[in-house]
């Protein structure tokens, strides 16, 4: 069992930066790939930028360069910097993760709301 919060959303002007965390509940959080899911209004969930276990990491092309996604094992924290955020960004935030390991996300956290205005 995963219980994840996120926090951190919030509302900012384009160009302005936010940083997203998402706290991990139990012990496999080290193992197991994590990842920043956004939802804005009338369209479908798309995965942003994912974390794996051994370092390896993935954005999607549209915040390559302005998005840092990282983990702190220790605390068991995934985390997500935003920077030069654009209108474009205003989403609903997800934590995922992928607890048996076989690609597939099957936490989810309740999300966080980003706005930004122009």
């Known amino acids: 069992q995963v219980q994840l919060v996120e926090s951190g959303g919030g509302l900012v002007q384009a160009g302005g930066s936010l940083r997203l965390s998402c706290a991990a509940s139990g012990s496999i959080f080290s193992n197991i790939a994590m990842a920043w899911y956004r939802q804005a209004p009338g369209k479908q969930r798309e995965l942003v930028a994912a974390?794996?276990?051994?370092?390896?990491?993935y954005y999607i092309d549209s915040v390559k360069g302005r998005f840092t996604i990282s983990r702190d094992n220790a605390k068991n924290t995934l985390y997500l910097q935003m920077n030069s955020l654009k209108p474009g960004d205003t989403a609903i935030y997800y934590c995922?993760?992928?607890?048996?390991?076989?690609?597939?996300?099957?936490?989810w956290g309740q999300g966080t709301q980003v706005t930004v205005s122009s």
């Open positions: 995922a993760a992928d607890s048996r390991r076989i690609g597939v996300y099957d936490y």
């Open positions: 974390n794996g276990p051994g370092g390896k990491v």
